[in-house]
Structures are given as structure tokens and as C-alpha cells.
């Protein structure tokens, strides 16, 4: 399978400030990326999706100018959660679909808690 | 309508029983189909790709049928480690659509 690695795995910041969490497609070519969010004991919930090169596609309901999705080669792309408030405290995932890998695989997530 | 549909469960069964899950879904277009698994307060990992031939991987066997739009996967001989969410996933182009997830839990 590939590997998709995700950092921080854990952040702590304080109301108002800014987080950027990386993506990386570490041994193959990731076209498209997928940005998750999921909420103790809820299923995944889709925010964005973005094929390096190309600005991001949001789902309803996520904000774009709060969530900053950043995705400029094939193996990275960035999520900053832009003037974090405690509501969005959550579980972030990434995963990545691309060349030769065309199933999604799956960062080992990011715990974001924002006090 | 939902793209995919799963029964949330729980289902809870015995060490070595059999369990099946279903998952229904709604876009005839759907190209490709698959399992993932998902451990508390972890990320999914990939368990199973679905063929329309079926397939089988040790214990675990998934099945596709276009015509009634549904998968399946089987696991026989559970194990305790077995215990986590299943995923059905659902893919057109570059959308991947996630069902809920069902919980299975194995008892000793």
C-alpha cells in the first residue's frame, strides 16, 4: 500500500490563532487529495477536495476563507484553520489518490484542540 | 438519498462466528468499490478493494452485485481483533463517497 503522512499529529493552540496541518504522499503521486474532519464518534465528514495545481472543491457548509486548502505539488498539500475557535476542535484527516495508487489512502490524522 | 448507505450496527458477536455487512448504493456510475477499516480515534486503512468477480482475502471476502447496487463483506472465523468500524466507500471519477460505518464488535 502507500504512505500518506500527516504532522502535527497532535496540536493544542489558543482561540484566535492560526494551525496548518501538512499532507504528504510519501512514495507515490497524489492528483487528488481529500480533506476529513470527524467529530468522537461521528463518521467522517468530507471538506474539501483538491487536485494539485487547482484550488480547492468545499463541500457545503465548510468555509473556504477559514479552512485554506493549499495543494501545489504532487505530494503535498496543506490545510490551515485560519482564527481557530474551540468549535472547530476535531479530528483532521487526509488522504491521497493519485498515481499508481488510485484507492484513497489515509493520513494518520491530526488531533486539533483549541482551547 | 444519501450516496451510500450502511447499517450503523453495533453488531456484537462471538469470537469465531461469521458476520456480513451490506451496503447499498445509489449511483448506478459508480466505478469502483471498496472496505475500510477504521479503529477508534485512528485513520481508515484500506481492507479490501470490490470486483464484480468477488473476491477473497484470508477471512475476508467481498462481494459486488451492480445489478441490486449493493456490496457486501464477509469475515468468517472472528477475531477480537476484528473489533472496529467498517467502511463501505463508493467511487465516481475523483469522488470517493463514505458510507457511516458499521461497528462490529467480537466478545471474547
Known amino acids: 500500500g502507500a504512505v500518506v503522512s500527516q504532522h502535527p499529529s497532535w496540536v493544542i493552540c489558543k482561540s484566535g490563532t492560526s494551525v496548518k496541518i501538512e499532507c504528504r504522499s510519501l512514495d507515490f503521486q497524489a492528483t487528488t487529495m481529500f480533506w476529513y474532519r470527524q467529530f468522537p464518534k461521528q463518521s467522517l465528514m468530507l471538506m474539501a477536495t483538491?487536485?494539485?495545481?487547482?484550488?480547492?472543491?468545499?463541500e457545503q457548509g465548510v468555509e473556504k476563507d477559514k479552512f485554506l486548502i493549499n495543494h501545489a505539488s504532487l505530494t503535498l498539500s496543506t490545510l490551515t484553520v485560519t482564527s481557530a475557535h474551540p468549535e472547530d476542535s476535531s479530528f483532521y484527516i487526509c488522504s491521497a489518490s493519485g498515481i499508481p495508487h488510485y484507492e484513497q489512502y489515509f493520513g494518520p490524522g491530526t488531533r486539533l484542540t483549541v482551547t | 438519498r444519501k450516496e451510500v448507505e450502511q447499517d450503523p450496527g453495533p453488531f456484537n458477536v462471538p469470537e469465531g462466528a461469521t458476520v456480513a455487512f451490506n451496503c447499498t448504493y445509489s449511483n448506478s456510475a459508480s466505478q469502483s468499490f471498496f472496505w475500510y477499516r477504521q479503529d477508534c480515534r485512528k485513520e481508515p486503512k484500506l481492507l479490501m478493494s470490490?470486483?464484480?468477480s468477488g473476491n477473497e482475502d484470508g477471512r475476508f471476502t467481498a462481494q459486488l452485485n451492480r445489478a441490486s447496487q449493493y456490496i457486501s463483506l464477509l469475515i468468517r472465523d472472528s477475531k477480537l481483533s476484528d473489533s472496529a468500524t467498517y467502511l463501505c466507500v463508493v467511487n465516481i471519477g475523483n469522488q470517493f463517497y463514505f458510507g457511516t460505518g458499521t461497528s462490529l464488535t467480537v466478545i471474547p
Open positions: 483538491s487536485n494539485e495545481g487547482s484550488k480547492a472543491t468545499y
Open positions: 470490490v470486483y464484480s
